[in-house]
T-cell receptor
Framework: DTGVSQDPRHKITKRGQNVTFRCDPI?????LYWYRQTLGQGPEFLTY????????KSRLLSDRFSAERPKGSFSTLEIQRTEQGDSAMYLC????????????????FGDGTRLSIL | AQSVTQPDIHITVSEGASLELRCNYS??????LFWYVQSPGQGLQLLLK??????LVQGIKGFEAEFKRSQSSFNLRKPSVHWSDAAEYFC???????????FGAGTRLFVKA
């Protein structure tokens, strides 16, 4: 168990630029989540993958955000035309459960990517 | 909609003292309940979980939590706090039949010598 890995750990960019983050989940985990966390708040759900299928996407996620999980392994989260309000910690988490409710399974979190928009 | 309330934004306790962090949830049925801990600059780590059965659950690092259906609460406790317990603690509810986990806003724990 090498843990959930996220890259980069920090990203500083100018407003209007595009950014892409990568998440490598624990290898046998079939479920993958993206969250956004701002200062003083808990993680907010962004999107969820079961294997390669994106099954749910938060209404918080504007059209500027897109996530993929090709082949059901690593995942990427892209933000286009970044805005000041996108500054946050972006957390990835994974879990394994072949059947049953996804929300019943504890999640393993990466250390996050901190995004700062200048 | 499900929600999680952690009434205390921050708590300070002396090292060696007992600790109780409060969590209240809003949900019609028995929820999936979790406590996570987050150290600065890091991701969240699971402390313990409750799905059903015994309402007192034991977790890692000497933590325990008690599910009280009548009070819609799932408070986290530790009998003797160590300086290394200083961190942010999040209570969370799993969306029954769905995918989401809803997190509270967190309680930051400070430990004084």
């Amino acid at each position: 168990d090498t843990g959930v890995s996220q890259d980069p750990r920090h990203k500083i960019t100018k407003r209007g630029q595009n950014v892409t983050f990568r998440c490598d989940p624990i290898s046998e985990h079939n479920r993958l989540y993206w969250y956004r966390q701002t200062l003083g708040q808990g993680p907010e759900f962004l999107t969820y993958f079961q294997n390669e299928a994106q099954l749910e996407k938060s209404r918080l996620l504007s059209d500027r955000f897109s996530a993929e999980r090709p082949k059901g392994s690593f995942s990427t989260l892209e933000i286009q035309r970044t805005e000041q309000g996108d500054s946050a910690m972006y957390l990835c988490a994974s879990s394994f459960q072949p059947t049953g409710p996804a929300a019943a399974q504890p999640q393993h979190f990466g250390d996050g990517t901190r995004l700062s928009i200048l | 909609a499900q929600s999680v309330t952690q009434p205390d934004i921050h708590i300070t306790v002396s090292e060696g003292a007992s600790l109780e962090l409060r969590c209240n949830y809003s949900y019609g049925a028995t929820p999936y309940l979790f406590w996570y801990v987050q150290s600065p600059g890091q991701g969240l780590q699971l402390l313990l979980k409750y799905f059903s059965g015994d309402t007192l659950v034991q977790g890692i690092k000497g933590f325990e939590a008690e599910f009280k259906r009548s009070q819609s609460s799932f408070n986290l406790r530790k009998p003797s706090v160590h300086w290394s317990d200083a961190a942010e603690y999040f209570c969370a509810v799993g969306e029954a039949g769905g995918f989401k986990t809803i997190f509270g806003a967190g309680t930051r724990l400070f430990v004084k010598a």
